[in-house]
Every structure is written in structure tokens, then in C-alpha cells.
């Protein structure tokens, strides 16, 4: 995972969306032990605050669970794809934003939903959005 300095988005933001990408990616599987909030902070360059409010946020979103005495670990996959309303609201929310400014930007529906297809494919899904079984691979 990589912290952009530059990004408009916060620090602590980028690190979520890094846990999250790893966990697509299959860096991290369920019950594996993340790094604690001091260690990750020194790998990343980061405040403790700020890896410690990235591990809050995606504990509150059941990605992540933290057993006291021994570690912030993922989460089994049952609670990782329980589907969040709240938050999959907060998504279509970001994607109109996209889709208005692609929109004013005069990029097509069909350039956007390639991108999309890029994407997942990059993250290892298929361009339907499902996950490649191993055969795929």
C-alpha cells in the first residue's frame, strides 16, 4: 500500500481503501493479522491517529475485527460481504458525482463502463464484476 501525499483524499481514507484493495486482491485473507496501529503507522509514514482511525472506520464497516490482547485481524467472510445499505447509498452517491462529471467532461457511457471492466479486471474480478474462480486464473 502506498500513501499518495498528493491526493486529495485524506491519509487515513487511502489506507481503507488500500486494506480493502489488498482484501480484493487477495493479499489478505480472512483471519489474517493485520499489522497493529504503531507498525503500520512506521511502514506508511503515517501518525498513529491517522492508522488508527483508517482500523476504526473499517472495523465499524466489518471488514476488520480487533480481539484485544492480540490483534486487529480480517474478518471472516460472511461479515465482509454482508451488504452494507448505508454504505452501498454512499457509493451510488460517489458514482452520480462520476457519471455528472464524466458527463460534462463528454466521456460516454460506454468509455466509462470500459473503465469500470479495467478495473475489476485489474482487481482481479471478471468484467461482469464477479470474482475469477482459480481456472480463471
Known sequence: ????????????????LGIKEDIVQGIFQPGDKLLSVREMASVLMLNPNTVSKAYKTLESEGVIVTVRGKGTFVSDKQQRHYRNEQQVGKLKEALEKIVIEASYLNVS????????????EGLGGNSDGSKKSSEDN
Request: proline share 11%.
Open 109 to 120: 457511457l460506454p468509455e466509462l463502463q470500459s473503465w469500470l471492466a479495467e478495473i475489476s
Open 1 to 16: 500500500m502506498i500513501i499518495n501525499k498528493n491526493s486529495p483524499y485524506p491519509f487515513y481514507e487511502q489506507v481503507v
